[in-house]
Structure formats: structure tokens, C-alpha cells
């Protein structure tokens, strides 16, 4: 089937359900009306009707119209919502992709009880913009579906195919990883508001700054420290930036928070379920 015809149910349409809408809107192999929204305040959905998405609060409904059923409900949410919908699926027909953080496959296959595909995605927020890192990870057997799932993240962004147990570490480092990032553009133009530039200056030379020193690496493929060795003039002023930063614990400051982050995303659904964390 040509992914013009796939229609596909987003059930649980929050900020990442409505950011994966969005952008696959925009990139011309989906149509919004071939694309059903749900969630239980459906007033909130009101500017993607408005768009051509199908907006209601039917999981039944949006599964029995959908070839591919993604999940993006919290954690907490997801065994309800399981629940709901397994009378639904269609082992011949459906392909379940799961963005949940902290739920594996095996505990979705507990619940619906059936031998459709379940394939675990893990996308971010600039999906929305088409920009997004999507890490994939499915059971072995379960190849089309991941070539299938592959295939719709691709028009969104870059994919990277990996093994399950590695779904916590995509959640921290590419899914937070977009919050990070812009916590860290947010405090340079502080920087620069102190040093004399209006707020939106500031942000403004941030935010490109920090989109070239990424475009750096992605489009020339050269390692960061390569790319900083030909900023630091000696005895020059990066240098010596660079280093208070270092003295403050700048790299470390990062690297422990993906470390939490990704210790929290594996007990995400533990946590709420108030199980051991195990
Ligand atoms: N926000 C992000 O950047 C990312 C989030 N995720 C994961 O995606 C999931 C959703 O996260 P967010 O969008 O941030 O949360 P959210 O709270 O904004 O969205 C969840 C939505 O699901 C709806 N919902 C709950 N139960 C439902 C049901 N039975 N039927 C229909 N709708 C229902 C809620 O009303 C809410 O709108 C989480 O599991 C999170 O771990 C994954 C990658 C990135
Ligand atoms: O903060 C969270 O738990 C979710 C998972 C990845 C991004 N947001």
C-alpha cells in the first residue's frame, strides 16, 4: 500500500501525538484526512479538524479506520487505553507503534493478547518541523513492520534502527535531548543578554549559532572536538570560555542529567504503576 492511501489513528493526541501529526502532514506522503486524532478533550484538537486531520475521542472507531495504530498516551495511561482497543486490532491488518517511554513489547503483548505487529518508536518534538531523531526497535521476526515503521519516520526526520534495550537511552538522549539542547540555547542568550544584546538578539544568534555548530557535524561528519579546535584561536578568547565552562562541570552537568534521565525513563511506568522498580 502507497502511504498516500495509509491511514493512520494517533490515539492519545498530546504534545508528541499532535508533533508526529503535524509533521507528517508536511511532508506530502500523508494527507491529514487519512490521519484520525483522538483524545478525551477533543475541544483541544479543535485547530487540526480545523487542518483536515479527523478529530474524536473513539479509539474503537479510529482503529477500525486505520492500518496503523500509534500510541502516544503517558505511561500511566497506556494499559486502559490497551484495554480499550485489543477487540479492535487486526493481527492481518494493524501495526501497533508505541512512542510510550518505559513500556517494552512484551508488556504490550501481555495486555492485547494478540500476534500483531508491535513495533516501539521513540521520536522528538521537532518531528513537528520534520527534523526529528527517530530510534526504532521492534522483536526480530518482526522485519515489515519495521521496514513499514521505518519507512514513516523517514519522512519526518533521521531513523536509526536499535535493539530494545536500548529504547531508554533513545528516550534521554534524543527525546529529552531536544529539551536539554534548547535549556542550553536558553542560557547562552542569557549570556548574550548580559554582555549587551537585547533578549530576542540573543536568542536569535543563539539559536543559529546552535543550528550551524549541529549542521557542522551532521553535513561535514566531523567530530565536535575538530570543529572546536578550529574555533579556539590561541590565547584567544574561545579558549578561555570554554574552559570556565569546563571548570563549572558544563560536560558533566550534561552527561549526568542523560544518565538520570534515562535511569527515570526506564522506571517511567513502574513509578506511576506504583510497582517495584525492578
Ligand atoms: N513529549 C515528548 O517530547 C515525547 C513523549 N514521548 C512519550 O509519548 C507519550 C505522550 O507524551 P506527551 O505527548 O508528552 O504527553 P501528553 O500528556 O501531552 O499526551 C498524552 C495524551 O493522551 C491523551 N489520552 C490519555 N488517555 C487517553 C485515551 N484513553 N484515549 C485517548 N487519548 C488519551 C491525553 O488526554 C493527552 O492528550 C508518553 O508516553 C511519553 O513518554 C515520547 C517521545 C517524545
Ligand atoms: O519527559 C518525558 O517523560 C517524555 C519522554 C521523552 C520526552 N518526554
Request: charged share 20%; hydrophobic share 40%; proline share 2%.
Amino acid at each position: 500500500m502507497s502511504q498516500a492511501n495509509q491511514k493512520i489513528a494517533i490515539l492519545g493526541a498530546g504534545n508528541i501525538g499532535t508533533a508526529i501529526a503535524s509533521g507528517l502532514a508536511l511532508s506530502d506522503h500523508f494527507n491529514a484526512g487519512n490521519i484520525t486524532l483522538t483524545r478525551r478533550k477533543t475541544e483541544l484538537l479543535e485547530p487540526f479538524a480545523e487542518k483536515g486531520f479527523n478529530t474524536h475521542s473513539d479509539n474503537g472507531r479510529a482503529v477500525n479506520n486505520a492500518d496503523i495504530i500509534l500510541i502516544a498516551v503517558e505511561p500511566r495511561q497506556i494499559d486502559a487505553l490497551l484495554k480499550e482497543i485489543k477487540n479492535d486490532l487486526d493481527e492481518n491488518r494493524h501495526i501497533l507503534i508505541s512512542v510510550v517511554s518505559g513500556v517494552d513489547i512484551q508488556r504490550i503483548r501481555n495486555q492485547v493478547q494478540k500476534d500483531v505487529p508491535i513495533v516501539r518508536a521513540m521520536p522528538n518534538t521537532a518531528i513537528a518541523i520534520r527534523e526529528s531523531m527517530t530510534c526504532i526497535a521492534s522483536e526480530e521476526e518482526q522485519n515489515k513492520a519495521v521496514s513499514a515503521t521505518k519507512k514513516i519516520f523517514d519522512t519526518v526526520g533521521q531513523t536509526l534502527l536499535i535493539h530494545e534495550e536500548l529504547m531508554t537511552s533513545a528516550t534521554a538522549l534524543g527525546a529529552c535531548g531536544i529539551a536539554f539542547f534548547l535549556r542550553a540555547i536558553r542560557a547562552a542568550s542569557q549570556g548574550g543578554i548580559e554582555i549587551g544584546f537585547h533578549a530576542h538578539e540573543a536568542l536569535q544568534i543563539a539559536a543559529q549559532t546552535a543550528k550551524g555548530a549541529a549542521s557542522l557535524l551532521s553535513d561535514m561528519e566531523n567530530h565536535p572536538e575538530f570543529e572546536i579546535d578550529r574555533v579556539t584561536t590561541p590565547r584567544g578568547c574561545t579558549i578561555s570560555g570554554l574552559n570556565q565552562m569546563e571548570h563549572q562541570g558544563f560536560s558533566s552537568a550534561m552527561i549526568k542529567g542523560i544518565l538520570v534521565s534515562a535511569e527515570k525513563a526506564a522506571k517511567l511506568y513502574s513509578i506511576e504503576k506504583g510497582e517495584g522498580s525492578s
